[in-house]
């Protein structure tokens, strides 16, 4: 079984400030784990993975991520925001070995000016 | 990576009709899915579309009311069957490559029923 919870639907950061938005996954097996972005009227966009290997992944548009095992997270973090982060940003996870993609509910990222 | 076009990109419709969406790789891929996301929420499986044999649904999805083909390793359709207001949502075509580890996207078909 796998599963995602997003804390926060909602998160408002300044322009310019920390961007942290959070992740914690179940899974009975070693996962993949997925961070989405979508911006308003499109599809997902895949801003970064964790398969295997350094824990702290690099992606898009000066996002990253970091795996924890010990705590079960997969929390995204940008250290700058900017306008133009303002979308939806879903994380997922995908067991080893599992065909199919878990979703979390999503957060919805405001940048305020 | 892969390239997903889904045709309509939007659509109003009647309730009671049916709604054939479309959607095109660019390459040869493994795996297709269906998924729906209703306004506000996540993203939700449908199927999971299986080439060259019947899709595999999952819990709450049915065939007959939404049936899906795959002919070949790059195409699909989900049918949107009898359609009704609750039906109105964004449905999003994905699929993954066989040694690939994530899944790429549509732009999704935003239906609205009336």
């Known amino acids: 079984a796998q599963s995602v919870t997003q804390l926060g639907s909602h998160v408002s950061v300044s322009e310019g400030a920390l961007v942290l938005l959070r992740c914690n996954y179940s899974s009975s097996v070693p996962p993949y784990l997925f961070w989405y972005v979508q911006y308003p009227n499109q599809g997902l966009q895949l801003l970064l993975k964790?398969?295997?290997?350094?824990?702290l992944v690099k992606g898009i548009n000066g996002f990253e991520a970091e795996f924890k095992k010990s705590e079960t997270s997969f929390h995204l973090t940008k250290p700058s925001a900017h306008m133009s982060d303002a979308a939806e940003y879903f994380c997922?996870?995908?067991?080893?070995?599992?065909?199919?993609?878990?979703f979390g509910t999503g957060t919805r990222l405001t940048i305020i000016p | 990576s892969a390239v997903i076009s889904q045709k309509p990109s939007r659509d109003i419709c009647q309730r009671g009709t049916s709604l054939t969406i479309q959607c095109q790789v660019d390459?040869?891929?493994?795996?297709m899915f269906w998924y729906r996301q209703q306004p506000g929420q996540s993203l939700t499986l449908i199927a999971t579309a299986n080439q060259g044999s019947e899709a595999t649904y999952e819990s709450g999805f049915v065939i007959d009311k939404f049936p899906i083909s795959r002919p070949n390793l790059t195409f699909s359709t989900l049918t949107v069957s009898n359609m009704s207001p609750e039906d109105s949502s964004i449905y999003l075509c994905?699929?993954?490559?066989?040694?690939?580890?994530?899944?790429?996207f549509g732009q999704g078909t935003r239906l609205t029923v009336v």
């Open positions: 964790y398969t295997t290997g350094a824990t």
């Open positions: 997922a996870v995908r067991g080893f070995g599992n065909e199919k993609l878990t």
């Open positions: 994905s699929a993954r490559t066989g040694g690939g580890t994530e899944a790429f």
């Open positions: 390459s040869q891929v493994t795996m």
